[in-house]
């Protein structure tokens, strides 16, 4: 099986995610708008926007079928909300493991020597929600609070 395929059923990618991050990103509720979004991004992606009579079948919409799709700012803002709320839900445990995982392997247990690498890993592993916010500035006080959270 080709490694990427499966990132656009809800139920692998919460397999997945468990696997390695003990967490699962999608709630049961979100599946179908999910799958929804996934068949739109498709139509857009391969068919110009228009919805075929298969996708609007699979999208349960089959009055859909020939259609083109209509994006309006609503719907945009509602995907939004949806994709948000899952990168919100892992923010959190998955960076959580990742800093967990870096300090009991990579740390030299001295904040001179992990500064530069820690900050940005705790840069990469914190969600930021508007591309307006300013990135968070780690500090020794973080790395120490790591540290002391995950018992390194």
Do not use: C
């Not at 110009?48 to 994006?71: C, F, V």
């Not at 309006?72 to 923010?91: F, N, P, S, T």
């Not at 790395?143 to 959270?149: G, L, Q, R, T, V």
């Amino acid at each position: 099986m080709h490694p990427t395929l499966g990132w656009h059923t809800p139920s692998e990618v919460n397999a997945r995610y468990q696997g390695v991050f003990e967490a699962s990103p999608i709630a049961k509720t979100e599946i179908a708008h999910l799958d929804r979004l996934w068949l739109l991004r498709h139509s857009v992606a391969h068919n110009g926007g228009l919805i075929t009579h298969h996708d609007a079948y699979r999208m349960g919409a089959p009055h859909l079928g020939g259609e083109s799709a209509k994006i309006d700012a609503a719907y945009i803002a509602a995907a939004e909300a949806l994709l948000g709320d899952i990168v919100k839900r892992l923010a959190a445990p998955v960076g959580e493991k990742i800093i967990e995982k870096w300090l009991n392997e990579r740390s030299t247990g001295t904040w001179a020597a992990d500064q530069q690498a820690y900050s940005k890993l705790k840069v990469l592993t914190t969600a930021v929600m508007s591309r307006s916010a300013e990135l968070p500035i780690t500090s020794e006080a973080d790395w120490h609070a790591d540290n002391a959270k995950f018992g390194v």
